[in-house]
């Protein structure tokens, strides 16, 4: 991984972007869109995150955010194993889920491409943090997050998303 993608500052704000394996669209229902707004609520209330900004997409999500309590690789790495382990129960007890069966095998699929990796891959492995270092930079980051439904064609105005 390049110099450029880590997180160096510990009390620095981050501007952060991840997406599922094979960017596979699982954010269209409720009750998985659900699990990512409670983690991050938990993470502000009980893991030190400040939350500036995010904005989850179907496929990917992203955060602007600072770690008060710990390193933010830390606090994303157990955001993301959280959520995964939720979302993976989720998808299987959904039997509503038409898409069950081959979100699931796209989840197994992606974890036989890595050792570390025992039954299902749900977030692709990197982060790409990068590190905010000026106000413009801060704003220039928020606008992005806020925009991005809009120029994805999802809604019209920013304030139509409801998951930013």
């Known amino acids: 991984m390049s110099r450029?993608?880590?997180?160096?500052?510990?009390?620095?704000?981050?501007?952060?972007?991840?997406?599922?394996?094979?960017?596979?669209?699982?954010?269209v229902r409720e009750i998985y869109f659900q699990v990512i707004v409670d983690a991050l609520d938990y993470c502000r209330k009980h893991k030190?995150?400040?939350?500036?900004?995010?904005?989850?997409?179907?496929?990917?999500?992203?955060?602007?955010f600072q770690a008060e309590n710990q390193n933010p690789s830390d606090l994303i790495r157990d955001f993301k194993t959280f959520t995964a382990k939720i979302l993976i129960q989720r998808i299987k007890?959904?039997?509503q889920e038409n898409r069950r069966e081959w979100l699931l095998w796209m989840f197994s699929r992606a974890a036989e491409r890595r050792c570390?990796?025992?039954?299902?891959?749900?977030?692709?492995?990197?982060?790409?943090?990068?590190?905010?270092?000026?106000?413009?930079?801060?704003?220039?980051?928020?606008?992005?997050?806020?925009?991005?439904?809009?120029?994805s064609g999802f809604v019209s105005e920013p304030w139509e998303w409801k998951y930013n």
């Open 116 to 151: 570390n990796v025992k039954q299902y891959q749900f977030w692709q492995h990197h982060n790409q943090p990068i590190e905010i270092y000026s106000q413009k930079f801060f704003d220039e980051k928020l606008n992005y997050i806020h925009q991005n439904p809009v120029v």
């Open 4 to 27: 450029k993608y880590k997180f160096h500052e510990k009390s620095g704000a981050y501007f952060v972007s991840f997406a599922t394996v094979y960017w596979v669209g699982v954010f």
């Open 93 to 95: 007890d959904n039997l």
């Open 48 to 64: 030190g995150m400040i939350l500036y900004a995010y904005c989850i997409m179907p496929t990917h999500i992203h955060l602007l």
